[in-house]
């Protein structure tokens, strides 16, 4: 059976959504959980509290991803707190929808900076601070083996994530093994925003359950390639997608 028990782990952007719904699913499984955010501390509270509730351990870590400076300070407090990081989940992220014509330097800007440079940021660290035989999972997308419209450029920086994560994963040595997980669509705040009924039901379409994915469905594979049992699998971008692409 997969576990995690013990591990601890840092998530990135996880007072909410995604990585919220993995922070209480890891730690329900035995793992400690450092639950990074950028600006809400009190939904990152939120989330620490529910952990230890239910009897587990958690620290929120405010540091935004985008800044070298802020992301070592991430990592030193981080082992400041359990003495080591085994597990580094790059979760966080930004996707805002606009045909590639009307999107401005501004936006290409923002995207890249949290998307990409954010992983590279993590990555870097990691390079010399994750525990010996410690596990690497970033995020990327469905998307970026589509051609869906207005989604341009935050495909283009998840394209860019698949590709770190590929060469990473035989450069970092130390038994530490890194793959992506690419999501189709999920019932996020992050994804249903803005969104039409009827955009919604296009997407519900194009995968073979005519439904969005729920958190929990991402979270469960997660759950297995930060497991001991998932140390075989790197250097791969793995769909969670429905059968979507």
Known sequence: MSTVHNKVILI??????MGANMALKLAGEG???IVNYVSNAAEADEV???IRGNGGSAIAIKADVSKESEVTALFDAAIGEYGRIDVLINNAGVMDTKLLKDNTEADFDKHFNINVKGTFHTLKEAAAKLADNGTII????TLSRLMVPTYAVYS???AAVEQLT???AKEIGRGINV???APGPVATELFLRGKSEEAITRFKGMNAFNRLGQPEDISKVVLFLASDDAKWISGQIIGVNGAMA
């Open 138 to 141: 970033n995020f990327s997308t």
């Open 156 to 158: 283009a920086t998840k």
């Open 12 to 17: 990135t952007g996880a007072s909410k959504g």
């Open 166 to 168: 590929r060469v990473f």
């Open 48 to 50: 620490v509290k529910t």
């Open 31 to 33: 793992a400690r959980i």
């Open 179 to 181: 793959n992506a997980v």
